[in-house]
T-cell receptor, first 116, second 115 residues
Framework: AAGVIQSPRHLIKEKRETATLKCYPIPRHDTVYWYQQGPGQDPQFLISFYEKMQSDKGSIPDRFSAQQFSDYHSELNMSSLELGDSALYFC???????????????FGAGSRLTVL | AQKVTQAQTEISVVEKEDVTLDCVYETRDTTYYLFWYKQPPSGELVFLIRRNSFDEQNEISGRYSWNFQKSTSSFNFTITASQVVDSAVYFCALSEINRDDKIIFGKGTRLHILP
């Protein structure tokens, strides 16, 4: 079965550079979530999109932005990178079209960003 | 506000021992999901179980079992006859149904199974 695809899997950037992470949800999933997991930390919710509109917002820095495109894939853009942005970034997808309570998030393998 | 507490930061047991990972949660909603995820050293989040707040039946899957007690807001996870491959970080998580379904994670418990 198709899973959530994230790219790139690994990314190395310098401070003050820009990075873009991509997420391809499971086919027919309409909702995408982004999480950030720092070293030794739990995954923290950043932002979510439902049907290409921002659905919820968590602890996402102003330097970050994200969007969901017409094909439901999503991109997380991170500018003016700081050392503290080094983390594992997870994307998850789900479908809200099913019966109430049927929604389950499926996580991608993550994109590891290292800022030097 | 929702919150998940995993009081055990790190646990070490010898292989073949049983081990229980504790999880306590807080939510004002009456309908919610509870989850356990495993994160091995490779980093991916592996889904283990989802439990609906209306279903307090305990569940067993092979060497894994889960004890959901609504009265104490706990959702504990037991590994029986642990194996070295069980070494990982385990996250307990909560999702409030009908509230965007995003998952809130606990801080995780790092489990070391010693050979």
């Amino acid at each position: 079965a198709a899973g959530v695809i994230q790219s790139p899997r690994h990314l190395i950037k310098e401070k003050r550079e820009t990075a873009t992470l991509k997420c391809y949800p499971i086919p027919r999933h309409d909702t995408v979530y982004w999480y950030q997991q720092g070293p030794g930390q739990d995954p923290q919710f950043l932002i979510s999109f439902y049907e290409k509109m921002q659905s919820d917002k968590g602890s996402i820095p102003d330097r970050f932005s994200a969007q969901q495109f017409s094909d439901y894939h999503s991109e997380l853009n991170m500018s003016s990178l700081e050392l503290g942005d080094s983390a594992l970034y997870f994307c998850a997808s789900s479908s809200r079209r099913g019966a109430a309570g049927a929604n389950v998030l499926t996580f991608g393998a993550g994109s590891r960003l290292t800022v030097l | 506000a929702q919150k998940v507490t995993q009081a055990q930061t790190e646990i070490s047991v010898v292989e073949k021992e049983d081990v229980t990972l504790d999880c306590v949660y807080e939510t004002r909603d009456t309908t919610y999901y509870l989850f356990w995820y495993k994160q091995p050293p490779s980093g991916e989040l592996v889904f283990l179980i989802r439990r609906n707040s209306f279903d307090e039946q305990n569940e067993i899957s092979g060497r894994y079992s889960w004890n959901f007690q609504k009265s104490t807001s706990s959702f504990n996870f037991t590994i029986t006859a642990s194996q070295v491959v069980d070494s990982a970080v385990y996250f307990c998580a909560l999702s409030e149904i009908n509230r965007d379904d995003k998952i809130i994670f606990g801080k995780g418990t790092r489990l070391h199974i010693l050979p």
